[in-house]
């Protein structure tokens, strides 16, 4: 697969389209696509994957645990085969490890590169390469870790290996699940038991996953620790990992069956962690008509079949509890609040500008060239939702390096009365490949050219 940098700009127009309908399953979960390929990676024997996310991110984080030694299949079909070397069998890359687009994979490969006996370096695109990186600098330097970074703690870092890590007991000063999760990759390298508190609940595959393979995380309310305090004792056990849709994927297709008249669709398998299901709650708050259907468990993820149909949406004041658990999901919350009746309000929300673009500026900025009243705050959004046929008119939009901005776009034109003509959409590749052949195949208008 080519790599994102290096391909043309896609185009994206998207113009208004009849009804959705149909069935699919979005493709795997990026979160837990990335945790499994590193913590298959550590853990002692095989891990199988199935349902892998074979976007750009999740590849590249694939790539970077074959740089540093581990045997893992090319993905077919979603499933993947990595031969685990244990928590101490990593070799020194021979290269720069390059996440591309990530910050998932450089937040939590940063936690287990501190942990290793050898040196190296992480490095990502140019929109990785402006996020910050400090917030994972102090907690691991507090730990023993040293770490060499570019100016205010920007990317390429350089992770000096060999050092003895010690136990920290963190108070996360923002709520992140990569910063969660990278002082506890980094805690089981580390002499006692690292603990983290956050001030908001945040997505919790990490504690989940490994807990599954073996080390325990124990919850007390807002605080996980790793159970063991000893640690010769740590090891991860190779086992079958399942993943379940993603959530965030789906939420394109939330929004789209809601907003465009006489939509019925329905959405398989899709991951209802209870720390990511904030995008369903907020568009019901709204409105919407999202039924949930066939719950289950799937390795140790709820998983469930979500029945969209269309439905009027009202604006409404979106709880600040709910913001961490739909984080990823606000630019296309943003293009339902616009097509609904009313004001919307969002709060507590200033992480959307450190994304891999300024979320906030990003949106409201293609918002108003779409005709939209929207004005961006410090930490959120307010906008005075349309509620007509077709609220959006016509405009150029570029995605700045952002995946998640190129499809909410490609939403709104499914509302416009123009066209909505998307640029830098190569950057879809990175967590929903076949996606414009989906948003078609359920009834879209979306035509693809390069530049
Ligand atoms: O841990 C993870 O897998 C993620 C955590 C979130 O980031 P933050 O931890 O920066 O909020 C989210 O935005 C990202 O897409 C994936
Ligand atoms: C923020 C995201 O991902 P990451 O931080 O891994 O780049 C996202 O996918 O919306």
Avoid: W
Wanted: proline share 5%.
């Amino acid at each position: 697969m080519t790599a994102v940098h290096d391909s043309a700009s896609l185009i994206y127009r998207s113009t208004a389209s009849q009804a959705l309908e149909g069935e699919a399953r979005v493709p795997g979960d990026k979160s837990i696509s990335h945790r499994s390929i590193m913590f298959g990676s550590l853990a002692s024997g095989t891990t199988e994957i199935s349902g892998f996310l074979e976007g750009e991110d999740s590849l590249n984080t694939l790539r970077c645990f074959r740089a540093m030694g581990v045997s893992i299949t090319d993905p077919e079909a979603g499933r993947v085969t990595i031969e685990g070397v244990g928590l101490h069998g990593l070799k020194q890359p021979e290269k720069p490890l390059y996440v591309g687009n990530s910050g998932t994979s450089m937040r939590l490969m940063s936690g287990i590169l501190a942990g290793q006996a050898f040196d190296s370096v992480l490095e990502g695109d140019a929109s990785l390469s402006r996020r910050p990186m400090k917030r994972v600098i102090d907690p691991l330097v507090a730990m023993g870790a040293r770490i060499d970074a570019g100016p205010e703690g920007r990317s390429p870092l350089k992770i000096h290996g060999g050092q003895s890590l010690k136990a920290i007991d963190y108070a996360m000063p923002m709520a992140s699940a990569q910063v969660k999760s990278c002082v506890l990759l980094a805690g089981l390298y580390a002499e006692g038991c690292t603990c983290v508190t956050e001030p908001a609940p945040t997505r919790d595959h990490t504690e989940r996953m490994l807990s599954g393979l073996g080390v325990g995380v124990a919850r007390d309310g807002a605080r996980v620790c790793i159970e063991q305090a000893d640690p010769t004792t740590r090891r991860l056990e190779g086992r079958r990992l399942e993943v379940p849709a993603d959530i965030s994927s789906a939420a394109f297709f939330l929004v789209a069956a809601s907003i465009v008249p006489d939509s019925e669709i329905l959405l398989t398998h899709v991951g209802l962690n209870p720390t990511r299901t904030g995008v369903i709650d907020i568009l019901k708050a709204m409105g919407a008509d999202i039924r949930i259907e066939n719950r289950r468990e799937v390795g140790g993820e709820p998983v469930a079949d979500l029945r969209v149909k269309s439905a009027p949406l009202h604006g409404i004041a979106i709880d600040e509890a709910l913001v961490p658990l739909a984080i990823d999901e606000f630019p296309v919350l943003f293009v339902a609040a616009a097509c609904a009746t009313g004001r919307t309000v969002l709060t507590g929300a200033e992480e959307l500008r450190v994304k891999e673009s300024d979320r906030i500026a990003v949106m409201a900025d293609g918002l108003a060239k779409l005709g939209i009243d929207a004005t961006p705050t410090a930490d959120g959004m307010i906008i005075e939702g349309r509620g007509e046929p077709t609220p959006f008119g016509s405009a150029t939009i570029y995605a700045q390096g952002d995946h998640r901005i190129a499809m909410a776009f490609a939403v709104a034109g499914l509302k416009a009365r123009g066209e909505v003509t998307i640029h830098d959409c190569q950057f879809v590749e990175t967590s929903f490949p076949g996606f414009a052949e989906l948003f078609n195949r359920l009834g879209g208008c979306l035509e693809l050219s390069r530049h």
